[in-house]
């Protein structure tokens, strides 16, 4: 099993591009998340869905929209960067609802935006 | 604002016990404790998570004040690959991280 995987890895971006983070997970889990990471800083939910065709906002979700395409997919999408959003962005899993459940992270992408 | 409170560093011997403290003193009868960790770079990996009773698992022990006021992750014999940055989350629905504490283990 992979986990959970992300692309890509790296990507840089002008302000005002777009682009969307992909994430999926081979675990067959029900809940899957997008964190987003600053430098020197702990992570903050950005959005999550607890089942396949929900989704709810996180701490922090404006800039952000995201699609949970099936079950084993959850995309990421900024429609126009913002330097701001410049940060490391990890998604996650879990077999169950958002709460009292063990989360399996990704690797990262590493986003700059210029 | 964070459900936890964790000193921001600490530094610990090789092969000695490393204990790592966490204060969530607002916790909820039902909220669980986590704890990951985050080497480098890399995504958070699950260590341990407990209700009220002490966990022990193949990575580390867990152990939770009777009043679930605080708790203290112990890695019993430390090496160099468990230098990282420690989360101790209080489960709840947006997950907050926080800072955590950079654990730095010395030879």
């Known amino acids: 099993n992979a986990g959970v995987t992300q692309t890509p890895k790296f990507q840089v971006l002008k302000t005002g591009q777009s682009m969307t983070l992909q994430c999926a997970q081979d675990?067959?889990?029900?809940?899957m998340y997008w964190y987003r990471q600053d430098p020197g800083m702990g992570l903050r939910l950005i959005y999550y869905s607890a089942s396949e065709g929900t989704t709810d906002k996180g701490e922090v979700p404006n800039g952000y929209n995201v699609s949970r395409l099936n079950k084993r997919e959850f995309s990421l999408r900024l429609e126009s960067a913002a330097p701001s959003q410049t940060s490391v962005y990890f998604c996650?899993?879990?077999?169950?609802?958002?709460?009292?459940?063990?989360?399996?992270f990704g690797p990262g992408t590493r986003l700059l935006v210029l | 604002d964070a459900k936890t409170t964790q000193p921001t560093s600490m530094d610990c011997a090789e092969g000695r016990a490393a204990n790592l403290p966490c204060n969530h003193s607002?916790?909820?009868?039902?909220?669980?404790v986590y704890w990951y960790r985050q080497i480098h770079s890399q995504g958070p990996q699950y260590i341990i998570h407990g209700l009220k009773n002490n966990e022990t698992n193949e990575m580390a022990s867990l152990i939770i004040t009777e009043d679930r006021k605080s708790s203290t992750l112990i890695l019993p014999h430390a090496t160099l690959r468990d230098t990282a940055v420690y989360y101790c989350i209080v489960n709840n629905n947006d997950m907050r991280f926080g800072a955590g504490t950079r654990l730095t283990v010395k030879p």
């Open positions: 675990m067959n889990h029900n809940s």
């Open positions: 996650a899993s879990a077999r169950q609802g958002i709460t009292q459940e063990t989360q399996y």
């Open positions: 607002t916790i909820s009868g039902n909220e669980y």
